[in-house]
């Protein structure tokens, strides 16, 4: 009679265990995992879909930010992790990690310059600096014009704006016009606007042939080594962070997605994103596309896996199920729907 309750209980615990619901961080990482019409989509969401099918376990999936991930698997909150990690030696040392189910690596994104043209150089925000910095010298330089010319009787430097326009025409080479300096010292000031203009604009034209000489190494880089020295943007708390430190980058890391370093190389404050290779093509060909080129050749080869905390009941169920998905022919299924062809 203990035996056959003892059987029955058993039986009902594991069904109970079959049907739970369990805990899964994920983190938006297009084309991983992304949301679209209220709805969480993405290879890794489908994947995590064909998981649970295959094993009779229940997901629920949880979206936290990129950098919190992983701390709420190991801090036991939640059970499992899914969302492009990558499995690393570091990271065993608190994690448990399933069988790898992606083979991936490293890409180089830069500006596209391929549409380079006058005006998109002009928008630069490093052309935008160039200019502040000429128009704060020549109000700099007005207000001084004025307060020394209208000391004399002779100046007809009535007002600020006469000032300014004097401190404006002077650094321009253009010419005094109607309105001219009579003392000794504002002509002494108007002849150092000019050699104050010549210098900004120098700093304009080589701001100018910088931007355009990044642009051409960015487009042909052929070796992560070029990176060395090279301000650089990825997600924070990636392996890509140390890989890049490891190159001698500058590292920009404050970011917690690949679509927000993208869009810092847009505007000019990294010269180049490294970043996991799925979330890298995907962004490039599809929001970022005509913005953004992939560049150089895949580095660092990683491999994906599913994270669980230490000692997890399911690691073997996930195992057999990874095993089962790619033997018979469904994972290619949804990579070649995800990816294209390999």
């Known amino acids: 009679m203990k035996r056959r309750m003892s059987v ?13 619901e369990i805990k899964v961080t994920v983190s938006p990482i297009p084309p991983m995992v992304m949301e679209k019409n209220g709805e969480l989509t993405g290879f890794d969401i489908e994947y995590g879909n064909l998981i649970a099918e295959q094993t009779g376990l229940s997901f629920e999936y949880i979206v936290v930010s990129n950098r919190d991930k ?32 992606m083979h991936t690596g490293l890409r180089i994104a830069a500006r596209d310059e391929a549409g380079w043209t006058l005006m998109g150089v002009l928008w630069h ?3 935008y600096w160039a200019f502040v910095r000429f128009l704060v010298c020549i109000a700099i330089g007005g207000v001084v014009i ?22 404006h025409t002077s650094a321009s080479t253009i010419g005094y016009g109607e309105v001219y300096p009579v003392t000794r010292a504002g002509k002494v000031l108007c002849i150092l606007m000019f050699f104050v203009g010549a210098i900004m604009v120098a700093d304009v034209i080589s701001t100018m042939s910088a931007i355009k000489t990044t ?18 943007g990825t997600v924070s708390n990636s392996t890509s962070v ?8 500058r590292v920009l890391s404050d970011y917690d997605n690949v679509e927000q370093a993208f869009m810092a190389l847009v505007l000019g404050e990294v010269e180049f994103v490294v970043y996991d290779a799925p979330a890298i093509l995907y962004a490039a060909r599809n929001r970022f596309a005509g913005k953004v080129v992939v560049v150089g050749p895949m580095f660092e080869p990683q491999d994906y896996g599913i994270a669980m905390t230490p000692g997890s009941e399911y ?17 290619n299924e949804l990579y070649v729907k995800w990816f294209g062809e390999k």
Do not use: C
Not at 157 to 166: A, C, M, R, T, Y
Not at 215 to 232: D, Y
Not at 242 to 249: C, H, I
């Open 125 to 127: 925000p490093q052309i």
């Open 215 to 232: 642009q051409a190494i960015g487009s042909e880089i052929s070796s992560v080594s070029e990176l060395s020295g090279q301000v650089v």
């Open 242 to 249: 140390a890989a890049l430190e490891d190159l001698g980058a």
């Open 8 to 20: 029955v209980l058993g039986i009902l615990l594991a069904s109970s265990a079959l049907g739970q």
């Open 146 to 167: 004025w307060v020394i010319e209208r000391r004399s009787d002779k100046s007809n430097v009535k007002s600020l704006e006469d000032g300014i326009q004097l401190a």
């Open 70 to 101: 992983l701390t709420y698997v190991k801090d036991g909150e939640h059970e499992i992790a899914l969302a492009g990690i990558t499995m690393t030696t570091k990271r065993e040392e608190f994690l448990d990690f399933s069988h790898p189910y």
């Open 315 to 331: 690691k073997e169920k996930i195992n057999q199920a990874i095993l089962s998905i790619a033997g018979d022919g469904r994972y």
